[in-house]
């Protein structure tokens, strides 16, 4: 099985910051990995597939770069509602498989 | 709009099973496939298997494997996830998701269902 892997597991970081969150799989995914935000009390939401397309109607300063077993999620200008979880999910090979999260918080 | 509605929460004693339901609504049931993921308290995402609500047979994880059981019905656009031999440690919130692929599998999850908590405790 695929193991992914992110960091930071935590950041602090203020409104208008840029923030960068890396994600690692344990082999080539080639770009089939995708990016999730998950607010507390709720369930995931979908933001980046494919390691670089926003999903509909996802903010544009969410942005994904990346390929093969290096990725990342950038928050251009961080907003207050962007403080979350965010998971990567590797979508190359089953069974999925999710990162253990990077928490936004407020500095 | 495309919405997955599931079960309400349930509490279950250990070696008890408990039948999660998934309501799909606002798009054709049987194009899409639906997967199961769960996340324990305080804890990331587990992915516990894959339906297609055309026909097939399920797919689950290893970890699950022996355990669960994932059905549909058609006529009500409802997929099922039967756990069994529950145990403390499966006390999570259970999530349905529908893959973002039309009639194939992207392993992509959007939108997902609003989750149930299950509680495994004597």
């Known amino acids: 099985d695929i193991q992914m892997t992110q960091s930071p597991s935590s950041v602090s970081a203020s409104i208008g910051d840029r923030v960068t969150i890396t994600c690692r799989a344990s082999?080539?995914?080639?770009?089939?990995l995708a990016w999730y935000q998950q607010k507390p009390g709720k369930a995931p939401h979908l933001l980046i597939f494919?390691?670089?397309s926003l999903q509909s109607g996802v903010p544009s300063r969410f942005s994904g770069s990346g390929s093969g077993t290096h990725f990342t999620l950038t928050i251009r200008s961080l907003q207050p509602e962007d403080f979350a979880t965010y998971y990567c999910?590797?979508?190359?090979?089953?069974?999925?498989?999710f990162g253990p999260g990077t928490k936004v918080g407020i500095k | 709009q495309v919405q997955l509605v599931q079960s309400g929460a349930e509490v279950k004693k250990p070696g008890a099973s408990v039948k999660f339901s998934c309501k799909a609504s606002?798009?054709?049931?049987?194009?899409?496939?639906i997967h199961w993921v769960r996340q324990a308290p305080g804890q990331g995402l587990q992915w516990m298997g894959i339906?297609?609500?055309?026909?097939?047979?399920?797919s689950y994880s290893q970890k699950f494997q022996g355990r669960v059981t994932m059905t549909r019905d058609t006529s009500t656009s409802t997929v099922y996830m039967h756990l069994s031999s529950l145990r403390p440690e499966d006390t999570a919130v259970y999530y349905c998701?529908?893959?973002?692929?039309?009639?194939?599998?992207?392993?992509?999850?959007?939108?997902w269902g609003q989750g149930t908590l299950v509680t495994v405790s004597s």
């Open positions: 339906i297609n609500p055309d026909g097939g047979s399920p």
């Open positions: 999910q590797q979508a190359s090979s089953f069974p999925p498989a």
């Open positions: 494919g390691a670089t």
């Open positions: 082999q080539d995914i080639s770009s089939w």
């Open positions: 998701a529908r893959d973002t692929g039309i009639t194939m599998t992207n392993n992509w999850f959007d939108p």
């Open positions: 606002g798009y054709t049931f049987t194009s899409y496939y």
